[in-house]
């Protein structure tokens, strides 16, 4: 067997085992493809795939095994490279944040700002996406880090630290009813609610809360982002329950925030990358800022 195989291998599973797009891929005509999956099979005496007719619909048990070493192998592939890398220039290169809307707004403006200060020749991109793609980024390798609040515990292929904890508010406009008084699930469940889109900011913790307590959410209108959510607050389409961290004082106003620390269960926003990976100077870095940030953040 040999490297090109092994990242044959890799690039199959990476394009649902599509020989035509995996040719491409490698720059390669695809019957090159498939006679390199041929002698490789023929190497180790046994198929790696399980196809129907001539086309490939998985991994067999052994492909399986062998494909968790081809990933082992792979990590340490780009590991030498950052090495290097790091080794020879830590202030060229590009650092990968995959993240949610919450979090960009709120949590890495100032991290960012001081990074771009100490580091002025690394590139920064962001991906705002779902609690669960950010996982599939980490494992594609199309992040560096991941940081939100959803999911990231579960994954024992990451390296997972707490960043802060927060609470969620209920958000109203002056003169509702909620604006004053005591806040109650009771009371919250006898209105319209609008709140984050499932496994997004704590969304699941809302839900725990009124399981928990045997009562109704209404849940009139659901979206990731809490500047949206605030929108139709403000057109008196229900209460806003949103993460602290997002209600602005000064921009926010004219509507009143209530907290909800007692009601509904606290949040942990985290940092996660792939326990196997090799972290430059610029990334340690970056992330010792987002934790001090949090510092800053937290209930």
């Known amino acids: 067997m040999n490297l090109n195989q092994l990242e044959l291998l890799r690039t199959l599973h990476e394009t649902g085992f599509n020989l035509s797009r995996a040719a491409d891929k490698m720059h390669v005509v695809q019957s090159a493809v498939s006679r390199q999956l041929q002698l490789f099979e023929a190497e180790l005496g046994s198929p790696l795939f399980a196809r129907q007719g001539k086309k490939l619909i998985g991994l067999t048990p052994l492909g399986e095994r062998i494909m968790a070493e081809v990933d082992l192998i792979n990590q340490a592939k780009k590991n030498i490279q ?4 790091d080794f020879l220039d830590s202030s060229s290169g590009t650092l990968h944040i995959a993240t949610t809307h919450t979090q960009a707004k709120y949590l890495l403006p100032g991290p960012i700002a001081r990074f ?31 940081i939100c609040t959803e999911r ?5 292929k990451l390296v997972v630290k707490p960043c802060y904890h927060w609470h969620h508010v209920a958000v109203v406009p002056k003169g509702h009813p909620l604006a004053e008084g005591d806040i109650t699930l009771q009371r919250l469940s006898a209105e319209p609610i609008l709140t984050y889109t499932p496994g997004f900011t704590g969304r699941s913790a809302i839900e725990k809360a009124f399981v928990d307590a045997h009562l109704p959410l209404d849940i009139n209108l659901a979206a990731a982002d ?11 389409m229900g209460v806003g329950i949103i993460a602290g961290t997002s209600y602005e004082p000064v921009k926010d106003a004219d509507l009143v925030a209530r907290s909800l620390m007692d009601l509904i269960p606290s949040s942990t926003t985290k940092i996660a990358y792939l326990r196997q990976l090799y972290l430059p100077s610029y990334c340690q870095y970056f992330i010792d800022e987002l934790l001090a940030e ?5 209930d």
């Open 226 to 236: 809490s500047d949206v959510i605030k929108t139709y607050v403000r057109l008196g």
């Open 82 to 85: 950052l090495i290097a890398d």
């Open 294 to 298: 949090a510092a800053t953040k937290s």
């Open 116 to 146: 771009r200060l100490r580091y002025p020749g690394i590139k920064i991109y962001m991906v705002q996406s779902s609690p669960d793609n950010l996982i599939d980024l980490l494992h594609q390798h199309k992040a560096d880090i991941a």
């Open 152 to 156: 990231l515990a579960e994954d024992d």
